[in-house]
């Protein structure tokens, strides 16, 4: 066929009352998409209401629709030669994939699934627009999607299938050789331009004695249009939220939209304003609206729990244990027995993983925390096991499915008793992609239980979901190409800048761009774009009596302009939220301003006890409100999950390691003794050996290897320095002491402390990250900070105040470190380098501080922080900002707000 369609007005018009009169058994109506497919229906069924008539309507559907039925006709058609199998587009894309890493197996790409998206594009493209490229055109990328190309249609071919372009194909051959009837009239329903194979296919219909028609739609042309400038796009979005509430607010009966190109990107802000602007006084919910974005159905909340709980599954199947971050996903997302019941609990339970920084989850340890915490949920998560262990190891993706639906009932999916509308819907979508999860049993062959998993994960993915629109709902939200041919009484057109409308071209970088050129394939050119943007800008104008066209003026740093299109359209100056707020309160009465001090809270009970570390003080001292809150409110950020390696878990072994190596040496005579003997470092490696079975045992072997070596490395280096001391003895080791003031008992423990020559005492506190363990800054502070030393150094002072002999005489903080060991600390006497005299100091209330006056200091402040915090001093106050780098209270301290 040499002829080519280019515009849908090749043929009749029809209008509405014409198409009703039409037999509606040999009629089909074929439209654009799916929403204008029911947009007809609506405005059909207004029509007959209007008139009272009461009349069969016609087959409506979107084209693609109607081709996938007359594909499947085909199968009745007499000397039918059709295929085993018929792939969708998930299936299509595994064997894109499949035929991709083959061709470039000896140089595979780095990202294979773009390159699968743009070859099925690319393949479409070529067959839609009819395209052919000539030798002289050909480039590099295309000589390879022509390869890629070639062996998908080989492996289509071995599996005895089609995709939906060979199955057009089928369609059109059907037709031309008289195998599939046709409907006596076929009405085409909002195509602005008909394609090449489309053209073909029309033409096929015509010669087998089809009458072709084009829905008429005399649609008038604004009358009120408005043009509105904002400042940005939070500004342009509050705008056209006020403007739909007013047109809604005074005109109930209307049916409002609001068009934005962006959509997808700003579905979250729409929501966000809609729900708190549409919300009338008195009311429980705001106005109904309809926000038309198909998000993925990977994103809807039971059936993201679906596949969190299929992966807890998965991994103690291949594993027997699960990472706390897999579990903690699924305990959060819920979608099991007790769903709700048991809601707090399990949050409860994730939380304590994370604050124990708990590594790894044995299946055992997993079930015995459900039993322990949630025991409705570890009696159906034993029933789901005994029923998972009957499954094989590896099976077809029917099997699979079929497993994947028998697991999650059993585990009590989705676990809401009631359900409303839109989660209906969305458990619907989610058994249908299951089903065609199924489909692919073709493709797949056996798989395993990772593989499926992963499989139907990506499949989630890529299907969009959105749920049927509230037919209660007066306003819409749409995008460009959802908003053509609507009609309602009011619109506005967001974000018509001269980059949106018309938009920079995109053309398949894998066909050649002077072919697609040549074809005025869509985003080919900048005048196919600008051709394609004015078209949907006259519709976009005939939707409504009252258009108003907006963008903004800045997009960050950048300026934006109008769209050409608007940019003679008169403007409206616009009110800010900010405006609209103060004109609102400024037409209330005079109201007079509460002032609420919150600096001081309630005093500890008498019978109230505060249990915890030294860190109370600390974090008084930094700031009084942050501890008020994490302690007296305990409320406290959500920590990460652990990781394998974290330094966290690196600092207790290398304390272990110490801790073992001076149980078994205990004075610096037995150390000059080993390193005599050469037993050093046996000892040290023993010692490493033992610390890491507990403390990094969720390690890999190797990397278990690589820190046991790191660490020995680190500690005999380390013993080289304690070799050059004055002699000393060990005293304690890892031992807790409990400090008891008032209402406070705050425990610490101390890391190790030598005896000296002399009897007194020297503490030290091993450090195992690279920062600075200079204590100069926090131990000089009239309210000092890093306590832990200080506070103990200062008890022994108080507690051995008529003996010279038991006190403390050196405060050290020891850094061990592969990049370097180092000493830092205050001492009475000459011990390790780097550690300073108290007269090298500069104290803020006076010089030449003795050290026994330093140690009452200390007592006076930290009592002083503790008679703060018992009577519930809250001081949103910092001393230093780099106090807060830590903290995790943030939001309760406002920081954002001035003056703090």
């Not at 959802?482 to 309602?488: D, M, Q, R, S, T």
């Not at 008169?570 to 001090?597: G, H, K, N, W």
């Not at 003997?677 to 040290?684: F, M, P």
């Amino acid at each position: 066929m040499s002829t080519t369609v280019t515009e849908s007005t090749h043929f009749d018009p029809i209008s509405y009352e014409g198409l009703l009169t039409f037999d509606s058994r040999t009629t089909t109506v074929l439209t654009v998409n799916n929403r204008y497919a029911r947009r007809i229906v609506s405005d059909l069924s207004s029509l007959l209401g209007v008139s009272r008539q009461v009349v069969a309507l016609p087959a409506i559907l979107p084209w693609s629709s109607w081709v996938r039925q007359m594909s499947d006709q085909r199968a009745f058609a007499p000397e039918a030669n059709m295929p085993s199998y018929v792939l969708d587009h998930f299936g299509a894309g595994l064997v894109w994939k499949q035929a991709i890493e083959h061709v470039e197996r000896d140089a595979p790409l780095l990202d294979v699934q773009s390159a699968v998206r743009l070859a099925i594009e690319a393949d479409r493209l070529m067959d839609e627009w009819a395209l052919s490229v000539p030798t002289l055109h050909e480039t590099p990328d295309y000589q390879r999607f022509r390869a890629w190309r070639e062996r998908y249609r080989a492996l289509l071919m071995d599996l005895g299938a089609e995709d939906a372009n060979l199955a057009f194909e089928g369609v059109c051959e059907a037709f031309e050789s008289g195998r599939l009837p046709c409907a006596g009239q076929i009405v085409l329903a909002g195509f602005s331009e008909i394609s090449p194979r489309m053209a073909r296919l029309l033409d096929c219909l015509v010669a087998a004695g089809c009458h072709i028609y084009r829905l008429k739609n005399d649609r008038v042309p604004a009358q009120n249009r408005t043009r509105v400038l904002a400042g940005d796009a939070i500004e342009e979005w509050e705008a056209a939220v006020r403007w739909a509430h007013e047109r809604l607010r005074h005109s109930p009966e209307q049916r409002v939209a609001i068009v934005n190109p962006n959509l997808e990107q700003d579905a979250v802000l729409a929501h966000r304003l809609l729900a708190r602007t549409l919300q009338e006084p008195g009311e429980s919910a705001p106005l109904a609206f309809n926000i038309a974005v198909a998000r993925p159905l990977m994103e809807w909340p039971l059936v993201r729990a679906a596949i969190h709980w299929l992966d807890v599954i998965g991994a103690v199947l291949r594993d027997r244990a699960v990472s706390p971050s897999v579990a903690g996903a699924a305990l959060l997302a819920g979608g099991c027995a007790a769903h709700a019941q048991e809601a707090g609990k399990r949050a409860a339970l994730d939380a304590v993983w994370r604050r124990n920084r708990v590594v790894n989850i044995s299946l055992p340890e997993f079930s015995q925390y459900l039993a322990d915490v949630t025991p409705v949920l570890h009696e159906s998560w034993v029933a789901t096991m005994n029923v998972c262990t009957q499954a094989p190891h590896r099976q077809g993706a029917v099997a699979w499915a079929q497993t994947i639906r028998e697991w999650l009932t059993t585990l009590g999916f989705p676990g809401v008793e009631t359900l409303d509308s839109d989660t209906f819907q969305s458990l619907e979508a989610f058994d249908r992609v299951l089903t065609q999860f199924a489909r692919q049993v073709a493709l797949l062959g056996s798989i395993g239980v990772t593989e499926a998993i992963a499989i139907l994960r990506r499949l989630l993915r890529e299907t969009l979901f959105q749920p049927q629109r509230d037919p209660t709902s007066r306003l819409d939200v749409l995008g460009l190409l959802e908003a053509e041919g609507g009609h309602w009484d009011a619109l506005w057109v967001m974000g018509l800048t001269d980059n949106v409308l018309p938009a920079a071209p995109r053309p398949n970088p894998l066909i050649p761009a002077a072919v697609l050129k040549a074809a005025q394939a869509p985003r080919a050119t900048p005048e196919r774009e600008l051709q394609w943007a004015q078209g949907i800008f006259e519709d976009l104008v005939c939707c409504a009596p009252d258009v108003v066209v907006s963008h903004a003026l800045h997009e960050g740093e950048s300026e934006l302009r109008p769209s050409p299109f608007i940019a003679g359209w008169p403007m409206q100056s616009i009110v800010s939220s900010a405006q609209a707020e103060a004109v609102e309160f400024a037409s209330d009465a005079a109201i007079e301003m509460e002032v609420l001090i919150d600096n001081q809270g309630p005093a500890l009970l008498p019978q109230e006890r505060i249990r915890g570390g030294v860190q109370v003080l600390d974090d008084h001292a930094r700031n009084p409100l942050w501890a008020f809150v994490k302690y007296r409110l305990h409320a406290r950020q959500l920590t990460d999950y652990a990781e394998p390696g974290e330094s966290n878990a690196r600092g207790i072994f290398l304390h272990g390691v110490m801790e073992r190596v001076w149980r078994h040496l205990q004075s610096q005579d037995k150390l000059h003794e080993s390193v005599e003997q050469g037993r050093v470092s046996a000892i040290v490696h023993l010692c490493a050996d033992e610390a890491a079975q507990l403390a990094l045992s969720d390690y890999s072997e190797r990397l278990r290897q690589l820190e046991v070596a790191r660490a020995c490395a680190v500690v005999e280096k380390w013993l080289d320095v304690e070799q050059k001391r004055p002699p000393f003895s060990v005293y304690e080791l890892e031992r807790r002491h409990v400090w008891q003031y008032k209402h406070l008992e705050l425990g610490m423990q101390i890391d190790r402390i030598d005896q000296l020559a002399d009897g007194r005492w020297l503490v030290i506190d091993y450090k195992s990250g690279n920062g600075s363990v200079d204590p100069r800054s926090s131990w000089t502070r009239s309210r000092p900070v890093d306590l832990q030393l200080p506070l103990y150094a200062a008890l022994l002072q108080q507690a051995y105040a008529q003996s010279k002999d038991e006190t403390v005489a050196a405060l050290v903080l020891a850094k061990l470190h592969a990049r370097g060991n180092e000493t830092r600390g205050l001492s009475d006497i000459d011990c390790f380098p780097g550690v300073a005299a108290v007269e090298k100091w500069t104290w803020p209330e006076a010089t030449g501080k003795t050290w026994e006056q330093v140690l009452v200091d200390w007592r006076r402040a930290i009592s002083m922080l503790a008679d703060e915090f018992i009577s519930g001093v809250a001081d949103n106050r910092v001393w230093s900002e780099q106090d807060l780098q830590y903290c995790d209270v943030k939001p309760f301290l406002r920081r954002f707000e001035g003056g703090l």
